[in-house]
């Protein structure tokens, strides 16, 4: 931690140099937890922040050890909002919460509170704090440091993708903190492939210097990551994958594509086309979700937005499709706004036609059954599907 209590005052390390702080200590000064009023001890070393820490981790319920990476974060994103807001404070105790803002910044018309997250905890927790700051009228922004692994495309473990954002302009979009850079990489436009894969937009580099609160967005084109081939590449090898690692017998969903009479290897490519931007929400390779869609109501007479979002909802409900935990996020309509995007597309590639409310198909279901029959089908769909991707 950065700040104690001395002589009853709140005393924040950063603001002192290492010089006036050995002095401190040589004259015996003595520092205690504004939370505990445990005694601290104060560690200066020639690398590492200034910083205190309790004799035992057990000492404190708020304050638990803080890595050096957490310790620097906080340093350089109090520099930089005090630079930009007159009332900031560090590591300040919210009383009716019972819990510590690692930054907290009170405006004229917000409060806001800065949560640094360098290590990992449960989801559960990150939707506590959040909940429990917006009933008090504060803000939470989340922010985190760990490290990420990116080399074709952005992997994310659940707990990184917790931290998933939206905005019109850079859809669904991750911010990473990189303290010991001193900047900010800016993921967008993500795109899952897999449950745990994103193709992105190549990150954004933002000074921690040009941050703000809220986060203004550097005005540069986007080139957006999404092509035909990698669709196509991406959609294959997870049908590949599903095939060679899963057993028809005891796969859930195998078990309901064979036992229709259809070819999971065959199935249309309007089976598993991406619902961009929304349909992030859902855990499950688009070719599982849109089919489970397909087998209970598209292959019907008649199709309604209505009808698709009562299989999802009822798929949800048995535990066939997972939707992602985002709790930065809103869900309102989610559910809706991918039932929407989903019967758009397949109008667009003229697979369906709207007839007022409902959507008709325009012939008859008919999955191809060997290998010819696919490539066929395969020559008449990506001309279509290659003409929606330019738009998107």
Excluded at 112 to 122: D, L, R, W
Excluded at 200 to 223: G, K
Excluded at 303 to 328: F, N, Q, T
Aim: aromatic residues 12%; contains cysteine.
């Amino acid at each position: 931690m950065l700040t104690a209590l001395f002589n009853q005052q709140l005393f924040t390390t950063i603001h002192y140099s290492r010089e006036e702080l050995r002095g401190l200590r040589r004259r015996g000064a003595s520092f205690v937890c504004p939370h505990c009023s445990s005694v601290l001890t104060m560690k200066i070393g020639s690398r590492n922040i200034p910083h205190f820490a309790h004799m035992s981790q057990a000492d404190c319920e708020l304050v638990k050890g803080e890595t050096l990476h957490h310790l620097l974060s906080k340093q350089l994103l109090y520099d930089r909002v005090s630079s930009l807001h007159a009332r900031v404070s560090l590591e300040h105790y919210i009383r009716e919460l019972k819990q510590v803002a690692d930054i907290y910044v009170k405006t004229d018309t917000a409060e806001i509170a800065i949560e640094i997250q360098c290590s990992t905890i449960p989801i559960s927790e990150i939707v506590r704090r959040t909940h429990g700051y917006h009933r008090q009228g504060i803000t939470p922004f989340w922010i985190l440091t760990q490290p990420l692994k990116s080399k074709k495309l952005l992997s994310l473990t659940t707990f990184q993708q917790a931290f998933i954002r939206y905005s019109p302009h850079l859809d669904y979009f991750l911010l990473q903190f990189l303290p010991d850079r001193s900047i900010f990489q800016l993921y967008s436009h993500l795109l899952p492939v897999s449950g745990t894969a994103f193709m992105s937009a190549a990150p954004i580099i933002i000074p921690v210097s040009e941050f703000t609160l809220p986060p203004s967005i550097p005005d540069v084109s986007v080139l957006h990551p999404y092509s035909l081939s990698h669709w196509y590449d991406y959609r294959t090898k997870s049908i590949y994958n599903r095939i060679h690692y899963n057993n028809a017998r005891t796969d859930v969903f195998l078990r309901e594509v064979y036992g229709e009479g259809d070819t999971f290897l065959y199935l249309p490519l309007y089976i598993g086309i991406p619902v961009i931007p929304h349909g992030i929400h859902i855990r499950n390779h688009e070719v599982e979700w849109q089919y489970y869609v397909w087998k209970d109501c598209l292959k019907g007479d008649s199709i309604s937005e209505e009808s698709v979002c009562r299989v999802l909802d009822r798929r949800i409900a048995k535990g066939h499709i997972e939707l992602r935990s985002l709790p930065l996020l809103k869900r309102d309509e989610v559910i809706k706004r991918i039932a929407s995007g989903y019967l758009r597309l397949l109008e667009q590639v003229q697979v369906l036609s709207k007839i007022n409310d409902t959507y008709q198909l325009t012939e008859p279901w008919s999955c191809p059954d060997h290998f010819s029959a696919f490539e066929k089908h395969k020559h008449d769909f990506f001309p279509k599907w290659k003409h929606i991707l330019k738009k998107l």
